[in-house]
């Protein structure tokens, strides 16, 4: 039986461990999964704390304790899914937050992505490792990818259908003082912009392919990944450079990190396409069952 939500719990069954949160500031981050545990969590967006149930919460949740040496200057809660937040401290929904060294815009208004997703972040650091010359950002979002390639000198080319979401992503790079005609922001339906690089010849040393579960479309083209996965896939390798690098990760709960191995390695023994398969990384704060199915595929000239 799961503790009521009203009552806090024990501290070592919610906040990360004083080494966890040290290891994360260390790598010049401060956007993480605080504390968690079955039916809450507590996300740390710079400096504001913010708390999601998954049911209502009859008092107020603990505070950071003293061994993690902080205290934010912003708290507030919000139901899983609801229109509203009520702010204990404070009176803003939005932030700018540091990962990895990079700076980011954060919008916490209820019912609005936060611009940020942490439990990418080692795929991004594994990006930079990667030190690309050329990036393909696919389903970009607010680019946080296509911004750290960028801070490697990689040229970048961020699609994404919203051109909302890409307006973000341009404000992350001129944060970061990533400026300039290599930095590319197409506002555009992905499936159709796939086979144009191809006629065109353009080739990446690495691609990102990171598509939503579900996402209306322009013209009756609804995205359904359990449709669109394959195509998308058979669509990107003849742009990724011999051993250049592919991230795949899908975000469904249906996937397992199994199930996506599988669904590759069918793929690409189909294909006959020589390849080596890599598991996606995973943050020290992000619990597995909150990780996405991730993999890299390396193409083997």
Same mark, same amino acid.
């Given at each position: 039986?799961?503790?009521?939500?009203?009552?806090?719990?024990?501290?070592?069954?919610?906040?990360?461990?004083?080494?966890?949160?040290?290891?994360?500031?260390?790598?010049?981050?401060?956007?993480? +999964?605080?504390?968690?545990?079955?039916?809450?969590? %507590? /996300?740390?967006?710079?400096?504001? !704390?913010?708390?999601? @149930?998954? &049911?209502?919460?009859?008092?107020?949740?603990?505070?950071?304790?003293?061994?993690?040496?902080?205290?934010?200057?912003?708290?507030?809660?919000?139901?899983?899914?609801?229109?509203?937040?009520?702010?204990?401290?404070?009176?803003?929904?939005?932030?700018?937050?540091?990962?990895?060294?990079?700076?980011?815009?954060?919008?916490?208004?209820?019912?609005?992505?936060?611009?940020?997703?942490?439990?990418?972040?080692?795929?991004?650091?594994?990006?930079?490792?990667?030190?690309?010359?050329?990036?393909?950002?696919?389903?970009?979002?607010?680019?946080?990818?296509?911004?750290?390639?960028?801070?490697?000198?990689?040229?970048?080319?961020?699609?994404?259908?919203?051109?909302?979401?890409?307006?973000?992503?341009?404000?992350?790079?001129?944060?970061?003082? +990533?400026?300039?005609?290599?930095?590319?922001?197409? %506002? /555009?339906?992905?499936?159709?912009? !796939?086979?144009?690089? @191809?006629? &065109?010849?353009?080739?990446?040393?690495?691609?990102?392919?990171?598509?939503?579960?579900?996402?209306?479309?322009?013209?009756?083209?609804?995205?359904?990944?359990?449709?669109?996965?394959?195509?998308?896939l058979l669509a990107c390798f003849p742009l990724l450079?011999?051993?250049?690098?592919?991230?795949?990760?899908?975000?469904?709960?249906?996937?397992?990190?199994?199930?996506?191995?599988?669904?590759?390695?069918?793929?690409?023994?189909?294909?006959?396409?020589?390849?080596?398969?890599?598991?996606?990384?995973?943050?020290?704060?992000?619990?597995?069952?909150?990780?996405?199915?991730?993999?890299?595929?390396?193409?083997?000239?």
């Open positions: 039986m799961l503790p009521p939500l009203g009552k806090p719990p024990a501290q070592d069954s919610l906040w990360l461990s004083p080494k966890v949160w040290e290891q994360i500031l260390a790598s010049q981050t401060d956007a993480f +999964l605080a504390a968690h545990r079955w039916g809450i969590r %507590a /996300e740390r967006w710079g400096d504001t !704390l913010r708390w999601i @149930s998954s &049911r209502p919460i009859s008092s107020p949740p603990s505070s950071p304790p003293p061994s993690l040496h902080w205290q934010p200057s912003q708290i507030l809660i919000q139901e899983e899914s609801s229109p509203t937040a009520t702010f204990l401290l404070g009176n803003t929904y939005q932030a700018e937050v540091m990962e990895l060294g990079q700076r980011y815009e954060i919008d916490l208004t209820p019912g609005t992505a936060p611009g940020l997703f942490p439990d990418q972040r080692e795929n991004r650091r594994h990006l930079a490792s990667l030190r690309p010359a050329r990036l393909l950002n696919l389903f970009a979002h607010t680019c946080a990818f296509g911004v750290l390639a960028a801070s490697t000198g990689a040229e970048t080319l961020n699609i994404d259908s919203s051109a909302r979401s890409l307006a973000r992503g341009k404000s992350n790079y001129q944060r970061n003082q +990533l400026t300039g005609t290599q930095h590319r922001f197409w %506002a /555009e339906d992905v499936r159709r912009v !796939l086979p144009r690089l @191809s006629r &065109r010849g353009e080739t990446f040393d690495t691609i990102i392919l990171d598509p939503p579960t579900f996402a209306h479309g322009g013209r009756g083209r609804s995205f359904r990944i359990q449709r669109e996965l394959e195509p998308l450079a011999p051993n250049g690098s592919l991230l795949l990760s899908i975000n469904q709960a249906q996937t397992t990190p199994a199930d996506l191995l599988s669904t590759i390695q069918k793929i690409l023994s189909r294909e006959a396409i020589p390849a080596q398969i890599l598991p996606g990384f995973r943050p020290p704060d992000i619990p597995e069952e909150r990780m996405p199915s991730s993999l890299w595929i390396v193409r083997q000239s």
